[in-house]
């Protein structure tokens, strides 16, 4: 999920797919753990990022317009810029880099309004090796994920003073893909002369996941300690852990728990969203033992769904989710 940026003018530009990974850098913690989460922090030995940034601001008219470059910062000089900026990053997450880069980019170039930054993490994993006490970490071979990851947007201007603020800042989820084989259904929906579909009150349910959250206070993610911050892994084992416990009715049914809950075990947490598409596997025959199915990818075109729940909704919508989500499970 990229997203453009629009500056008044409509006018903007920027540099793609840098690729900046950093080795050695200190772990991420897991500030707040939960009941549904082993993960306690994100090995960063390999800090792997690749970054989107986009500035804006009137002084960039004359370019476009008479291509008069004198206020063009080249692309190419931004990579650099990003590049050196990661190995003066003193803090420990993606969020808090981009923070970083993008505040030392408005004070470098004033005549700058606005930066976007957006990052995917490039997830590197320690191996596991043989050691005295049984498998251990390599601190030498990681392993390039290529599963889910988590991601880090954020916007800056500047005060009257011309001291950078952040305007908005998400942390975010791509790339989850989770499959629960049984206790799904999907039954009671509209029946018309439109309706092919039948009632399923057993399915298996493949879903494709995206997830985006904001912070109450940014700088539990952005500042140098990121004392609030919640693992991407974290959302990711939640996601999990509520699709295992609901005996889910609809993808719509199962994404709107996970954000309830997502907010009642990460009190910083302001926001969740969650989009989803549906990506359930088609049914071809039963196994000779009768005990498995076997599926093949569904066809185009796909379903999804989409929420975003903050403090205020789940307060009015559901004042008791906890107590009932605890007795239910
Ligand atoms: O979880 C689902 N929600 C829907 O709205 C829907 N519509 C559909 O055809 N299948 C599904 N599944």
């Known amino acids: 999920m990229r997203m453009e940026s629009h500056s008044p003018l409509?006018?903007?530009?920027?540099?793609?797919d840098v690729y900046v990974y950093r080795t050695c850098h200190t772990p991420l913690h897991a500030w707040t753990p939960i009941h549904e989460s082993p993960v306690e922090f994100r090995d960063q030995t390999v800090f792997g990022a690749r970054v989107r940034m986009a500035v804006e601001g009137d002084a960039f008219l004359p370019s476009f317009r008479d291509g008069d470059n004198r206020d063009v910062i080249a692309?190419?000089?931004?990579?650099?810029?990003l590049l050196r900026h990661a190995a003066l990053y003193e803090g420990p997450s993606l969020d808090g880099y981009l923070a970083f880069a993008g505040g030392r980019l408005l004070e470098t170039y004033p005549h700058v309004r606005a930066v976007e930054l957006y990052a995917?993490?490039?997830a590197f994993r320690p191996v596991p090796v043989p050691g005295a006490e049984g498998f251990e970490d390599s601190t030498l071979?990681?392993?390039?994920?290529?599963?889910e990851w988590s991601t880090a947007e954020l916007r800056m201007e500047r005060h009257p003073d011309g001291s950078p603020f952040v305007?908005?800042?998400r942390s975010g989820l791509d790339g989850l893909h989770l499959i629960k084989i049984r206790g799904n259904s999907f039954v009671g929906y509209i029946r018309d002369?439109?309706?092919?579909?039948?009632?399923?009150?057993?399915?298996?349910l493949y879903v494709f996941l995206s997830a985006r959250w904001t912070y109450v206070?940014?700088?539990s993610a952005l500042s140098n300690q990121a004392t609030g911050y919640v693992l991407a892994e974290q959302i990711r084992d939640l996601a999990g852990a509520v699709f295992h416990a609901l005996d889910t009715r609809s993808i719509q049914h199962l994404i709107h728990r996970i954000c309830a809950l997502a907010l009642v075990r990460f009190p910083q947490l302001e926001s969740i969203t969650f989009q989803s598409q549906n990506r359930t596997w088609e049914r071809i025959v039963e196994t000779a033992d009768g005990r498995g199915q076997v599926y093949?990818?569904?066809r185009p075109p796909f379903g999804f769904q989409g929420i975003t729940m903050t403090r205020a909704d789940l307060a009015e919508q559901w004042p008791h989710f906890e107590a009932e989500w605890e007795t239910a499970t």
């Open 120 to 122: 995917d993490e490039q």
């Open 217 to 219: 206070d940014p700088l």
């Open 167 to 169: 305007v908005w800042h």
């Open 10 to 16: 409509g006018i903007y530009y920027g540099k793609d």
């Open 296 to 298: 093949t990818e569904p």
């Open 141 to 147: 071979v990681f392993l390039h994920s290529r599963n």
């Open 75 to 81: 692309t190419d000089s931004m990579k650099n810029f």
């Open 193 to 204: 002369e439109y309706t092919t579909l039948p009632e399923d009150s057993n399915r298996p």
